[in-house]
């Protein structure tokens, strides 16, 4: 049984910062593409971030330079580490494992809101 279990989120105020983690099980870890995707309300789900097999990153143009993704291939876990966030960061994050276009998996998601 395949499982994604996201965890880190929150309330954070502007340019604060926090740091997700997602824990994959069931899946040779090594061999999927691990990502972060969002979906703030009413609009449609989108890439934040990806870690390659190889460790090649690839980030959205809206965090580049403010969010890392990383990933331990022993603990089984990516990670993305979101600094000074903005209001617009606020959203639900989700996990992905990718192999192919058909093996594919996600998370249940984990809320982040930017706020004063």
């Known amino acids: 049984q395949v499982q994604l279990v996201e965890s880190g989120g929150g309330l954070v105020q502007p340019g604060g910062s926090l740091r997700l983690s997602c824990v994959a099980s069931g899946i040779g870890f090594r061999l999927f593409t691990m990502g972060w995707y969002r979906q703030a309300p009413g609009k449609q789900r989108e890439l934040v971030a990806t870690v390659s097999t190889l460790g090649n990153t690839n980030y959205a143009d809206s965090v580049k330079g403010r969010f890392t993704i990383s990933r331990d291939n022993a603990e089984k876990t990516v990670h993305l580490q979101m600094n000074s966030v903005k209001s617009e960061d606020t959203a639900i994050y989700y996990c992905?494992?990718?192999?192919?276009?058909?093996?594919?998996?996600w998370g249940q998601g984990t809320q982040v809101t930017v706020s004063s």
């Open positions: 992905n494992a990718r192999a192919t276009s058909s093996v594919n998996f």
